[in-house]
């Protein structure tokens, strides 16, 4: 019996799993390149390391029998031939550049476990009707050049070509000046135009406690929260801490604090399924008896659901502006980030749940609290998620952590979705 016709028989075809040593073998030579101090990865966007991983997956795809083509903003798509030539492909991926203090998997699971279903799919002599991509987006995590997912934001048509290629690093240094300084500026034009879709999967570390705390194996995500992402600039009055009368001060650092118990609060109010955080903060001039003549932060404020994500972010500006005209400071804001919740195909999300069901894996509905390119390649074709656990819920941080058998479940499930989707031909 052949492996196609084998593969039609259910009782038979859910023992087929994939090369979980492979797979793990190859997260962990990806995460030589550009190791962290800690135990994790640096490989931000571009730089020396990043190229050197990305020649290292081209090569890893070259030998899988993969065609590798790359675009202009230097996303990598390594295509696995279908039989109908006019079939639109199935894509997987991600992305391999991390934060720089990131972890060894957030990303890298996607890419590497999309490699391993196309290698697994070559050993088992498996052809389908539909071809497959395995795919590496640019710059998804915004650690070098902001905003993130940059390169997928492109190809659904949310930002332009010469907005990406024009943004800057914290030395000045244009993305469109690395893509070519690095040799991965591609001649393919980006977007949905030139690359249509059948579908696109990807798999991904939740980056939350949820599911192992939950003890489930695979997350079946259904939708992906909204975020905000706004710049706030506060303008003060620089003045001594000691001898300025505390009635008569302009105090940028305290309308900060305000804010943030104020961000923190409208979350609270709006739980389940949503969050409201300030991160990054820069004072000026930073001087511990001098109050503060301008602050600038960032608000991130995320939600499932439309309505509540809607109503959070108009009342957080309008609080913005409240506090700050009490206090006499000055107040700008400056959008810097935005998308609206997405619900992820519903199709789709049932493979995925009904992959993980047959292969005996536990399982549970949820949604993504973090961003990733599915997001913005939701917008232009069908797509989903699946997500495995991570210890602690600790990602972003050289600390992050999986187990092999976590990474292997996903992988599996992401195989069978996969395969299904695409068709197999007898």
Known sequence: MSISNLF?????????RVNGNRLWNALMAMAEIGPGVKGGSNRQSLTDVDSQGRHLFQSWCEAAGLTVSVDQMGTM???RAGTDPNALPVY???HLDTQPTGGKYDGVLGVLSALEVVRMMNDLDIKTKHPIVVTNWTNEEGSRFVPSMLASGVFAGVYTLDYAHGLKDKDGKTLGDELKRTGWLGNEPVGIKHRPMHAYFEYHIEQGPILEAKGKSIGVVTHGQGQSWLEVTLIGRAAHTGSTPMNMRANAGLAMARIFEMVH???MENQPGAAGSVGQVFFYPNSR??????VVFTIDIRAADKEKFDKMCVRVDAETRRITASLNVGCSIERIGHYDPITFDPTLV???RNAAERLGYSHM???SGAGHDACWVAKVTPATMIMCPCVGGVSHNEAEEISKEWAVAGADVLFHTVVETAEIVN
């Not at 039609?8 to 087929?16: F, G, H, Q, S």
């Open 289 to 294: 008896n001098v109050l503060p003549a301008k």
């Open 350 to 352: 049932s493979r995925v």
């Open 8 to 16: 039609m028989k259910t009782e038979m075809k859910n023992e087929i």
């Open 365 to 367: 509905d949820i949604f």
């Open 265 to 267: 609060g409208i979350a």
């Open 92 to 94: 997987i991926g991600s």
């Open 77 to 79: 798509f390594a295509m």
